[in-house]
């Protein structure tokens, strides 16, 4: 699964006020490096790795593994993931 097929999949009214999300609905892959986003838990909390990219656009189509055993739903993940980017600087003003 990708970010792409993430956001494309959960509802969207949940995430209205989130500029980051806004943006990553309208831009368009990039077809760059294959790398993944690696999510795992770590003293009880949702740690998410390889999400810091040059571009939105690349990031789009990097495949998300999740750890074996973490039981996490998508909005769960896509929170853990809009969360990341964020404090990596990303903003709804980035291309």
Known sequence: M???EIIQSVDSE???DSPL????REIKPEYG???NIQVKLVDGKIVVTNAHVGSLGDIFTYSIEVEPDLNIS???LLDAILHELSTNG???SEE
Do not use: N
């Open 2 to 4: 990708t970010l792409r």
């Open 14 to 16: 949940r995430y209205g």
């Open 21 to 24: 999300y806004q943006k990553l």
């Open 33 to 35: 490096s294959s790398r």
């Open 74 to 76: 998508k909005v769960q």
């Open 90 to 92: 990303f903003s709804e």
